[in-house]
């Protein structure tokens, strides 16, 4: 086998995130996710929902995928070293379990943070919300997590999850 590259694809910019050693057996499978924002029930069209992105990332089974959608911010007027930045925005950790009947058990782990500058403070700081929970999901499915938000509008993703076979 082939050792592969870790990449965060967001648009026409790919982030190497690690190199990472061939891919282990198991099944291979295609995650699909777009990150949203806005209203749940509503629509691209309407403008009262936003895909925010919309990166795949493809791993085995019981093998971990990390995807980050955001930056980092500097937390002091003048940063001079990488510790005067912080990360925002949302990552998303996710572990496929073993396929069967056409199912499989995905453990998540979603985070958004976010800078918060207080009025008269030379710092800024980080606020983050975090969730985890295990799910079952049906191969080639949509399903949605929810329960972040971002200054007050609700922010979640929508997942799929599919086998795929790849040369």
């Given at each position: 086998?082939?050792?592969?590259?870790?990449?965060?694809?967001?648009?026409?910019?790919?982030?190497?995130?690690?190199?990472?050693?061939?891919?282990?057996?198991?099944?291979?499978?295609?995650?699909?996710?777009?990150?949203?924002?806005?209203?749940?029930?509503?629509?691209?069209?309407?403008?009262?929902?936003?895909?925010?992105?919309?990166?795949q990332l493809v791993?085995?089974?019981?093998?971990?995928?990390?995807?980050?959608?955001?930056?980092?911010?500097p937390l002091v007027?003048?940063?001079?070293?990488?510790?005067?930045?912080?990360?925002?925005?949302?990552?998303?950790?996710?572990?496929?379990?073993?396929?069967?009947?056409?199912?499989?058990?995905?453990?998540?782990?979603?985070?958004?943070?976010?800078?918060?500058?207080?009025?008269?403070?030379?710092?800024?700081?980080?606020?983050?919300?975090?969730?985890?929970?295990?799910?079952?999901?049906?191969?080639?499915?949509?399903?949605?997590?929810?329960?972040?938000?971002?200054?007050?509008?609700?922010?979640?993703?929508?997942?799929?999850?599919?086998?795929?076979?790849?040369?």
């Amino acid at each position: 086998m082939k050792p592969f590259l870790t990449a965060l694809c967001l648009g026409l910019l790919v982030i190497p995130v690690g190199a990472a050693e061939p891919i282990a057996s198991g099944k291979q499978l295609l995650i699909k996710v777009q990150v949203k924002s806005g209203d749940p029930n509503g629509s691209v069209e309407a403008g009262t929902l936003k895909i925010l992105s919309a990166p795949q990332l493809v791993t085995t089974e019981n093998r971990q995928a990390q995807l980050s959608v955001g930056g980092l911010v500097p937390l002091v007027d003048k940063p001079t070293s990488d510790d005067d930045y912080g990360p925002i925005g949302l990552r998303v950790d996710i572990r496929p379990g073993k396929v069967e009947d056409g199912q499989v058990r995905l453990h998540f782990k979603l985070e958004n943070a976010h800078e918060v500058v207080v009025s008269g403070q030379p710092t800024k700081t980080i606020e983050s919300r975090s969730l985890q929970t295990v799910l079952i999901a049906k191969l080639g499915e949509k399903f949605k997590l929810g329960g972040l938000s971002h200054n007050g509008e609700p922010q979640w993703i929508e997942v799929t999850v599919e086998e795929c076979k790849l040369d």
